[in-house]
């Protein structure tokens, strides 16, 4: 597909970036050179809760190529800025293993590391309280959790809808720490020149670090500038300013010359956010023939006791299944933990997760075929709010995937095919993400010749975003993509949103749409193009404040085949499938790319990854890649994506929703029913570890 061809949204156009990326040529925050750039170098707690007594600087100091120790004696003070992960260095209490205790300041990377493992601290330990239960003393329910939704919400009477069901399933489902790994890691550049602060930080959004950076530095948003033209991924980790941004300006504040940052992977486990562990109770109550009469999602997770980040874990039991009596509650634990922040769909990965393996639980106790389940309780309206849905495709996903996966041919019966040496079978599960969308600004330049300037706030995190919003901007304008060039990702720009809640497309794509779209108008009234091109610029508060009250959402189907080991107890899948209905697809291959990612994401989530608390060391053991597994290649067989064709008129003008984390909600669930249809063991704690089935399968040779 040539960039010369005619716009057309939804061709599959490479990504306009890829051959500066795959040649080296493409600059993240890191690779930035600076002129007297000195390297920092985190030092992280070793005890889990108490006070710092002494740091042992001078010995530090004393090394050649040490320039600075910065530490909570001598930090710049900061203002709070919404979020105390951020607020480094302020004081001599220590709140989780890990956390930053000191920042040793070098002139060149390997002094820095050798220095930050040199320095000795003494402390005061006061102990610690790291594992959450259902149980959990200090259990509270927050004011309200992530993305501003509701602690609880409770309708009809779920207990007696259970006296008289024909069909109930009670059971508790749950997930461990998982945690963030983008191939990049968090890294900043950092530079003052006089008041002016200029800042290169590997981030999903740079409007929001300019804002925290002015708020907690006390500077003019004026004079703050980040940049973030390359980022290798983020997942959510880097939807809002880390600790190493902060770290970096803090350091060149103080000592006046440039600062790079980068965290190593084993400091992403302490330092760049992760999901918490959640734990489910879900209880469905149904009737003779499948239909739902309660839903009750109960669940349970951990934050840390110096920032409360409450994940939305019940949110989407509220949503995909209606019913009449219906309870959905948060609970939550402030632990001597580093604080849970966002993860590839925070609230429905594990929340779906647990809702659908409870609809396969029901599926198992009643004989009801689990796709014919879920199409029995396909909701009118949104279950919560009794709005009508923009479009719901979920039914159209499933008897799609039902078709191409062969569902029909299926025997329900569990635990009975085999092949060799392996237990075989097959599972699904319905996956749904809310279709967010946000105000942004953007502007667009003709200049003489018919070239066009698109500048918009977008953050490419590796998504597409720059290919994408190029054609958007030459479907508005009526010419090839290669008749434009787009600047993003810098904060001089018209305020933009960050990519995140799969909402980044649809909310700047809008904005270009329209500048493009005036743009236009005003050149065909006859608008004159100067030399130095003829500017509009706008943004989209009204528009996005007009859309109608409707429930807005993206689905999806998975359909996978799982296969299990006998001897040892090793779970692969061969075949997984996902169907998607997300409105119109505007990059074939970007958006398959996105979908292949989220579902290879829950493939991981669903076999593979999972924090060790280690509780007498108050930390999770396994924080580097050696020993946390992340799906690689040989785990990924044979993974097909297909989507339906959607037309919804009640989304952004490109008619897109967001398809960055549909495709890892659901997942897991498919992947613990094909399990259970394969051996008779139903898994509900991921991951499914060989030590989950070893030991409850049949000998090999009977
Ligand atoms: Mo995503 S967790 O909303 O960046």
Redesign the pocket.
Known sequence: MSIDAPAVLGEPIPRLEGRQKVTGEALYAYEYRADEVLYAWPVQSTIVTGRILRLHTDVVLAMTGVVEVLTHLNAPKLADGDDGELLVLQSDRVAYRGQVVALVLATSIDTAREAAAALDVDYQNDGLDVELSAEHPKLYAPEEVNAGFATDSEQGYVDAAFATAAFTTDEVYTTPALFNNPMEPHATLAAFDGERLDVRDSS?GTSSVQQTLSTMFGLDPANVRVRSEHVGG???SK?SPRPNVILAVMAARVTGRPVKIAYTRQMMFALAGYRTPTISHVRLAANADGRLTAISHQSYTQTSTIQEFAEQVAEPSRHLYAAPNRLMTHRLAALDVPTPR?????GEAPGVYALESAMDDLATVSGIDPVELRIANEPDVDPESGTAFSSRNLVGCLRRGAELFGWAERDPRLGIRRDGRFLVGTGVAAGMYPAMTSASGARVRALPGGRYELGVNATDIGQGARTVMAQIAADALGVPVSAISVDLADSTLPKGP?????SGTASWGWAVTKACERLRSELAAGAPVPPEGYEVEVETSVDVDAMAPLARFAFGAHFVEARVDLDSGEVTMPRMLGVFAAGRILNARTARSQFLGGMTMGLSMALHERGELDAVLGDYANHDLATYHVAANADVRDLRVEWLEEEDRQLAPMGGKGI??IGIVGTAAAVASAVRHATGVKVRDLPIQPDRLIGQLPPRFL
């Open positions: 999903q983020g997942f959510g939807g966002w993860m590839r769909a925070p960050v990519a995140g809640g799969s960055g984390e």
